[in-house]
Nanobody
């Protein structure tokens, strides 16, 4: 089992900053990519940012210029630095790892964290 432990969520005023962390642990052979998703009430879960093991990144248009994803491969940890937060960023944020737990696993699987609440007040 691959476990993802998140931290850093909370309540912040508009314009403020938060830094989310997600550490993967357990049986891990390789991690192809890690990503952050979010889901607001009444909305579908959406991809916010992603990063490959080689450092390539992707950002949703709504967060470009404000959020930065980074990773520490040695620690199997991904971070999401969120600046200039807006009330529209309020959501439950989920960490995802695309990983193989052993060499015998032919294909990568998606592993999800439990989610952490980010609330931005106006």
């Amino acid at each position: 089992q691959v476990q993802l432990v998140e931290s850093g969520g909370g309540l912040v005023q508009a314009g403020g900053s938060l830094r989310l962390s997600c550490a993967a642990s357990g049986s891990i052979f390789s991690i192809n990519a890690m990503a952050w998703y979010r889901q607001a009430p009444g909305k579908q879960r959406e991809l916010v940012a992603a990063i490959t093991s080689g450092g390539g990144t992707y950002y949703a248009d709504s967060v470009k210029g404000r959020f930065t994803i980074s990773r520490d491969n040695a620690k199997n940890t991904v971070y999401l630095q969120m600046n200039s937060l807006k009330p529209e960023d309020t959501a439950v944020y989920y960490c995802k790892a695309v990983a193989r737990s052993s060499p015998s696993q032919a294909m990568s699987s998606d592993y999800w964290g439990q989610g952490t609440q980010v609330t931005v007040s106006s």
